[in-house]
Every structure is written in structure tokens, then in C-alpha cells.
């Protein structure tokens, strides 16, 4: 209670010390403009933007129609929604459709912020929110500023200035990571870009030489373990290494050597298809963006082996599998984490055949908590549990978040290289406490990726194990500790349940046929699943294949495979094309 009653105080004195501050950064003097001409480098959904222009506002799982009012006019569900909408990533968007009528939006609801909040007022003023709202401002600069009078272009400098004030003086108060990241970005954007603030450039520089040297580690890694924040990371260093090098300056050491450490990292997290893999609250990254940060930092090299991000990667062919072979973050970097120890995700040139649910951030609460279950991940889960749970909600950035507890602290891996192909195998302790049990996996692909090769273990390892184990089967009269082995299927994916029940035909649009099967004491069914994807108004209907068991002893073991169907051709020019229907 007492720990709890600490956080609550340490927030609200967080929220006092952004209002105060927010006040007397309304006070200074505009600025007089930009000494250097901003060029945009974030890149939006056309889809959305549209979406948008129609009067379709979908932030953080709520979809509002606008109704002829601005977005500041709508009051905001919860705070996720807020957040979303103060931060201006829309503007972003508005941008990729960059048409007359998405500039006047834009512009209606930029003057529209300044209006109402501009005096620092608002649920916008907090140091994260502030820097990413000052890299859109300056980016899109003229995408905005075209056509304005003089009057509003002065409220716009003044309203920018005030910003830059509130950053130099709360930004080093933003939670260490991305949100950190972003409020420094943000102030070495302002003092780079508009005149009268060249005094924040040496601060905010060393700022964020500090934060790399804190927050990214010897491999490339950030403590929440999520691929798109280490992308969103990865980009916001590319982009302040050319702001500084532009204004004729050097980034700090660390910064620079962050970026040698990321760059490969991202490489090994990304599919076949040039996603990235999706886990522990992110999802595949925007189109283009990860080709463009990696060009943009000038490192070809490659990752050593052993994990990224503690993340193991097989890749043979044209086929990748990336598997969550580490323990799950910890604390506040867990406050978006997912219970998805030993999961995979499969791509196939450029078709994702096995995956994991995904964020349902974008949807809502009861979303974003499904999402984050076992259950929503291609591994195994014992009676239904995860191997992980939600702890109490505490205060993290503007939104209640739930941290992860009780969670596995022990996973081994080994990745083996064998005649026939690479091997990974891992196990983790997530079902020890409860039930006696270690679930231990193996996956084996191939040397040209046509098959794949799994087993599933669940094994009591000593006799400590054994006797919870026994406990276990007596509180349920030795009817057996019920598991399921899941594997969600990406919803371009046609299924069919084949054989009896024995095997499962999975078809790709590329044409390609992928035959499941499989060998143990389970049944075999298909299920409906649901595919979580950023940037559309709903969850997509998929299937998963689900294998059912009860482990009666103290070891199970269940093996399968999954091959591409010996008709399966072994190159295939993959030419159709979908444009994604981010409305539905």
C-alpha cells in the first residue's frame, strides 16, 4: 500500500510540476520562424486519412464521427484516446493524403489546439506528448503554414516556442525510453530548426547520448522487447543524426553507437515479408519505414548470432520463422508486454501464414488485454492460463497500465545448426509454480524452408516439480492437466481440415499450399481466432488450428510438421497484389 500510495504522489507531483510549467511556457516570445527549411520524414496511412475526411475518427479502439465538430471538440473516452490525439501522429495522415481539402483539416485542427490549449492548458502538456507534437509541427511545417495570415502564423511560432520552452524544462522528466526519446528529439528538432532557440541544441544532444547509453544495450535492445518501439527508437535517432549533421553537428559517441547496435537488430526481427514480428505490443511497422531508418543510418551490417531482442531467428528459403525466446520484460517495460514465451510467427515470401493475434491496443481496453494473453500467441497454454498475468493497474504515462507478474524467469535456448537444417530449442519455468510443469520446444526448419519440424514438451524436471505436479492432478482427481497448443493463421490464409481430422491444408495467395500435421495424444480442431492489426476500424476474423491434450504424466510429449504440399513448386513469382482496406 505504501509502495502504491509513493507512485500515486510521485504522478501527481508530475502532473502539478506539467501544469505549472506548461503555464509559464505560454509566456514566451514567439519565435520568428525557421532558419532552416523542415523537411517531412514521417510517413502516415493514406487509408486513414481518408478515413478521416469522411468524418471517421478512430483513435485508441473508439470510432466517433466527427459531425462537422473538430477533434478537440469531441470528448475524449478515456485517456488513451487523449493521448492519441495530442500527440498529432493524424497530422501524419492528413499529410499522406496531402490534398487541399487534408491541409484545411489539418489546419482547422492545428489553430483549433492553439486556441484551446495553447495558453498550456490541457491534457497535451506532458513531456512525451509535447516532443512528438513538435516533431509533426516542424516537419509539416509548410503543409500548414501555407495560406495562413500573418496573425495566425504568429499564434503558430508562439505556440511553437512555448512548446520548446516546456521541453527544455520538463523534457528530462518524460519515463526513460521512447517517451524520453521523444521529448529530446522534440527540443533538438526546435533548437535545429527555429530561430531564437539554438540554446537547446547542446542540452538536448547530450540528453539523448545519455538516454542511448541508459536504455539501449550491448545487442541493440530496449527493455519493453517490442520491434515496432525499437524501430519508432531507431527511427528518432536517424532522424536527430541528420538534423545535427544538416546543422553542421555531431551526434555523442553513444548515440552514434546506438544506432550501429540497432540497426542490425531490427534486420534479424524482420520477416520474409519485411515486416517486423509482432510481439509484446507492437505490430509490423509502417510501410516503408524500416527500409527507410535503415538506409537513412548507413550500417549494413548484419546481427551475430544467438538472439536480438531475445528474439531467435530461423530463416531458410524464402521462409522465416522468429520465435520470443526470452523472459518477458519487467516492471514499468512491462506495461505493454505480452505472455508470449516461447511463441512463433512463420512468414513465407511475402505471405504471413502463422502469427500471433497482435496489439489490440487500437481497439480498446478488453482488445488490448486479449491481446496480451497466451492464448493469443502460436505456442502452448496450460488449462487455459498464461504464462504470465496482469498485475493491479498503475499510473504510466496519461493511462492506467497493467504490468506483468509471476511470469517465467527461466528460459534456456540453444540454436543448432544441423546437416538438414537449424535448430532452436527452448523451455521456460511459467508453469512451474502451479502445476510442476517446464514447457520445452523445438523447432527445426529446413535447409531450403519447406518444412518445419516442432515439439512440444511438457516435463516435471526434478522432484519438487513432481510433487506440485501430483498436487496439481489430485485437486482435479487425476483427470489430467488440460493443455492446447495453438496456431493462429493470418487471415489471407484458406484452411481446410483434412484426412479425418489428421491434417490441415493451408493456401496462400501466392499459391503456395502449406499441409499441417500431426502426431500425439491430442485432437486436432479449427477454431475462429481474430487478427489485431494497427490501422483499421475492427479486428479481422481468422482461423487457429488447435491441438488438445491432457498431460497424464510427468512427461508429454506432442510432435507435428509444416510443409509446403510436394506439389508446392519451389520458387513461385508472387504477383498478386492487395491494396490494404484499412476500413474494415
Not at 302 to 330: C, H, M, N, Q, Y
Not at 382 to 406: F, K, N, T, Y
Amino acid at each position: 500500500m505504501a509502495m502504491a500510495q509513493r507512485r500515486n504522489w510521485r504522478a501527481a507531483q508530475a502532473r502539478f510540476l506539467n501544469r505549472l510549467h506548461a503555464r509559464l511556457a505560454a509566456r514566451a516570445k514567439p519565435a520568428a520562424g525557421f532558419v532552416s527549411q523542415p523537411e517531412p520524414r514521417t510517413i502516415g496511412y493514406f487509408a486513414r486519412g481518408r478515413q478521416m475526411l469522411a468524418g471517421n475518427l478512430m483513435f485508441a479502439g473508439h470510432l466517433v464521427q466527427a459531425e462537422g465538430r473538430t477533434i478537440w471538440q469531441i470528448p475524449a473516452p478515456d485517456a488513451a484516446f487523449a493521448e492519441q490525439v495530442q500527440g498529432f501522429g493524424w497530422l501524419d495522415d492528413l499529410a499522406a493524403v496531402g490534398d487541399a481539402q487534408a491541409r484545411k483539416l489539418a489546419q482547422d485542427w492545428l489553430w483549433a489546439w492553439i486556441d484551446r490549449y495553447g495558453d498550456g492548458r490541457g491534457p497535451g502538456w506532458t513531456p512525451e506528448l509535447t516532443g512528438r507534437r513538435v516533431i509533426r509541427w516542424v516537419q509539416h511545417a509548410l503543409f500548414l503554414l501555407r495560406g495562413r495570415s500573418p496573425e495566425q502564423s504568429t499564434a503558430f511560432y508562439r505556440a511553437l516556442a512555448a512548446q520548446t520552452q516546456f521541453l527544455a524544462r520538463r523534457g528530462a522528466s518524460a519515463a526513460p525510453g521512447l517517451p524520453r526519446f521523444e521529448a529530446m528529439t522534440g527540443l533538438l528538432y526546435a533548437g535545429l530548426s527555429i530561430d531564437g532557440m539554438e540554446g537547446h541544441i547542446e542540452p538536448a544532444r547530450q540528453a539523448l547520448g545519455r538516454e542511448c547509453a541508459a536504455q539501449i544495450d550491448d545487442q541493440g535492445g530496449i527493455p519493453t522487447r517490442n520491434p515496432e518501439e525499437l524501430l519508432e527508437v531507431f527511427t528518432l535517432l536517424t532522424w536527430a543524426q541528420m538534423a545535427l549533421e544538416e546543422g553542421h553537428r555531431q551526434p555523442t559517441e553513444p548515440h552514434l553507437t546506438a544506432i550501429r547496435r540497432i540497426a542490425p537488430t531490427l534486420r534479424s526481427l524482420r520477416h520474409a515479408d519485411g515486416g517486423l514480428a509482432r510481439f509484446h505490443g507492437g505490430g509490423r511497422g509502417l510501410d516503408g519505414r524500416l527500409d527507410q531508418a535503415l538506409a537513412a543510418s548507413g550500417v549494413k551490417r548484419k546481427k551475430a548470432e544467438g538472439l536480438a531482442l531475445g528474439f531467435a531467428r530461423l530463416s531458410a528459403g524464402r521462409t522465416s520463422v522468429i520465435i520470443d525466446a526470452a523472459t518477458p520484460p519487467k516492471g514499468v517495460a512491462s506495461a505493454n508486454a505480452h505472455a508470449s514465451t516461447l511463441a512463433f510467427e512463420l512468414t513465407s515470401g511475402r505471405r504471413p501464414l502463422i502469427v500471433s493475434c497482435g496489439s489490440g491496443g487500437g481497439f480498446g481496453e478488453d482488445w488490448r488485454r486479449a491481446g496480451r494473453a497466451t492464448l493469443s500467441h502460436s505456442t502452448l497454454c496450460l488449462q487455459g492460463r498464461s504464462s504470465a498475468s496482469l498485475a493491479p493497474s498503475r499510473p504510466v504515462g496519461m493511462a492506467d497500465r497493467e504490468l506483468l507478474e509471476d511470469a517465467p524467469t527461466h528460459v534456456p535456448h540453444q540454436i543448432s545448426g544441423l546437416a538438414q537444417g537449424t535448430r532452436f530449442e527452448g523451455g521456460h519455468d511459467g508453469y512451474v509454480a502451479d502445476h510442476g510443469l517446464t514447457h520445452a520446444r523445438s523447432l527445426e526448419l529446413s535447409l531450403d524452408g519447406r518444412q518445419i519440424k516442432g515439439e512440444d514438451y511438457l516435463v516435471a524436471l526434478d522432484a519438487a516439480a513432481k510433487k506440485r505436479f501430483d498436487r496439481a492432478m489430485d485437486k482435479i482427481k487425476l483427470a489430467g492437466i488440460a493443455y492446447e497448443i495453438r496456431f493462429h493463421l493470418h487471415p489471407d490464409v484458406d484452411v481446410t481440415l483434412d484426412m479425418g481430422g489428421l491434417a490441415v491444408s493451408m493456401a496462400l495467395r501466392s499459391g503456395e499450399i502449406w499441409v499441417f500435421r500431426m502426431d500425439g495424444p491430442v485432437e486436432m480442431t479449427l477454431q475462429p481466432s481474430v487478427y489485431l492489426e494497427k490501422g483499421r476500424l475492427r479486428p479481422r476474423a481468422t482461423t487457429q488450428v488447435v491441438l488438445t491434450g491432457r498431460a497424464m504424466q510427468y512427461a508429454t510429449r506432442v510432435r507435428w510438421t509444416l510443409a509446403k504440399a510436394q506439389e508446392t513448386a519451389i520458387a513461385i513469382r508472387d504477383l498478386a497484389r492487395e491494396e490494404a482496406d484499412l476500413t474494415v
